[in-house]
């Protein structure tokens, strides 16, 4: 697998920029995911903020439980792009990579003029995104990046299938299920407090454990 604290500017896809809201805060967030993510956890977490966008402008036309405030989407896009920072060597902290994430973008935000309260969505929107069940009943702007997630991982199918395809052919997939897997797997088999009981990493770091010589996609994933 590539280095994982690797810059992906190298081998990305072209035309990023389409994809990013032109505000500072959202040019700067996208700048340090692109410093530290691979190519294709880059590109899920794009994908994965234009999915909730879809879904949050949708939701707001038909007045529907998951829409959020217009102002909110620059907050949005943090969450979505920086979500997996956790999984990378540079936030490889003792905590489950979930909140390492969480706690990195805290500490990107604060440079900029958010209250405690906008802040505390992104944190708790990044460090929920993979607890199944709790994610979708908290609030919207949590339940969006939750369900984008599920939706690029075809778990949630709520996103027209075309407009999937056609995100998918401008921000290709990269074998994300393979590359995010192993990265998130192999932090918690080399620092076991990362991997609590009942949750996502420890279900990938006990396939990793059952099926050492297994070579595609941890079976836990």
Not at 102 to 122: R, T
Not at 138 to 153: E, G, N, P, Q
Not at 161 to 168: G, I
Request: hydrophobic share 40%.
């Amino acid at each position: 697998m590539c280095n994982i604290s690797h810059s992906a500017s190298e081998s990305e896809s072209p035309n990023l920029s389409q994809w990013i809201p032109q505000d500072k805060v959202c040019q700067e967030a996208f700048e340090l995911a692109r410093s530290v993510l691979p190519p294709a956890v880059l590109n899920h977490s794009l994908r994965v903020w234009v999915y909730a966008k879809w879904l949050a402008e949708r939701m707001q036309e038909n007045k529907k439980e998951l829409s959020i405030n217009p102002s909110l989407y620059n907050l949005l896009f943090v969450a979505c792009i920086h979500h997996d920072l956790g999984c990378t060597d540079r936030y490889n902290g003792p905590e489950r990579f979930e909140i390492e994430g969480a706690d990195a973008s805290v500490e990107f935000l604060k440079q900029f003029n958010f209250n405690q309260e906008e802040i505390q969505l992104v944190w708790q929107a990044i460090a929920l995104h993979t607890t199944s069940g709790i994610a979708e009943r908290s609030h919207s702007f949590t339940r969006l990046v939750r369900l984008a997630v599920r939706t690029d991982f075809h778990s949630w199918d709520e996103v027209d299938a075309k407009f999937q395809n056609e995100v998918e052919q401008s921000l290709p997939r990269l074998e994300i299920e393979k590359v995010l897997g192993d990265a998130v797997a192999n932090q918690a088999i080399n620092r076991p407090n990362k991997a609590p009981p009942n949750s996502w990493p420890a279900a990938l770091v006990r396939a990793k454990l059952e099926w050492p010589d297994w070579e595609g996609v941890n079976k836990g994933f």
